[in-house]
């Protein structure tokens, strides 16, 4: 089924559900929960898969691989509410939602977005995408200049104040900021009235096709680093 838009009960639900959290509230509302985000959610990932396949985009995903779970992992966590307050969805080259390089929406109360990139990968793959950055600076901001023209830009919300060891010598001020991210990604804020449409499948594709150049750069980076 093609995406028609998320409903009115979508956002309030998760805004009840954090104000319960107990299994006997959530089984009482579940059907809200299919109805309204779940099912909304996997229309809208096939969707787009499906358009970005026929754009020849190497991005897949699919509602049985790609929605993230409601349930929390409170295993090594001291917040134990058994739900998460938001839904999210995750397309990668290869479907999985653990693939290096996502394209991602995220929907909640507080605020909904794209977003792309390479979101607090493991060290040895940060490792290899600075030094892809330090190696290749014309590259890296051939890449980037592509993300302004598009409206975009690296998020610098969670930065080193320093730069990491290795990188002491780096003296070009983008490269040196981009090397201190523990993250490489680009976000895209989305309205509240815009999940209600069906073209927010048109808008989530036109993120990816903006922000395919930092996921191209980045999926180099790490072949070429290793």
Same mark, same amino acid.
């Given at each position: ?114 977003? /792309? &990139?390479?979101? @607090?990968? #493991?060290?040895?793959? $940060?490792? %290899? ?9 014309? +590259? ?9 023209? /598009? &409206?975009?830009? @690296?998020? #610098?919300?969670?930065? $080193?104040? %320093? ?9 070009? +001020? ?53």
């Amino acid at each position: 089924m093609s995406f028609q838009g998320f409903g009115p009960e979508a956002l309030p639900f998760f805004k009840a559900l954090k104000f319960h959290q107990s299994r006997e509230w959530f089984e009482a509302n579940r059907a809200t929960y299919e109805s309204a985000v779940k099912g909304p959610m996997g229309d809208l990932v096939e969707d787009v898969a499906e358009r970005l396949r026929h754009a020849k985009i190497p991005i897949k995903g699919d509602r049985k691989s790609s929605v993230f779970r409601i349930h929390r992992d409170v295993r090594f966590s001291s917040n134990k509410d058994p739900y998460k307050t938001n839904a999210g969805v995750a397309l990668t080259r290869s479907g999985g939602k653990s693939d290096p390089g996502v394209l991602y929406f995220h929907l909640s109360p507080e605020e909904c977005f794209f977003a /792309a &990139g390479f979101y @607090l990968p #493991d060290p040895a793959e $940060l490792g %290899r995408l600075r030094a892809a950055a330090a190696r290749a600076p014309k +590259a890296f901001k051939a890449m980037t200049a592509k993300l302004r023209r /598009a &409206g975009l830009g @690296l998020s #610098d919300g969670d930065s $080193l104040k %320093r730069a990491p060891r290795g990188f002491e010598a780096v003296d070009d +001020a983008e490269i040196a900021a981009a090397i201190r991210l523990k993250s490489l990604i680009c976000l895209k804020p989305v309205t509240a009235s815009a999940i209600a449409s069906p073209a927010l499948a048109d808008d989530f594709c036109a993120f990816a096709r903006d922000a395919l150049p930092l996921l191209a750069w980045g999926w180099d980076a790490l072949v070429d680093s290793r």
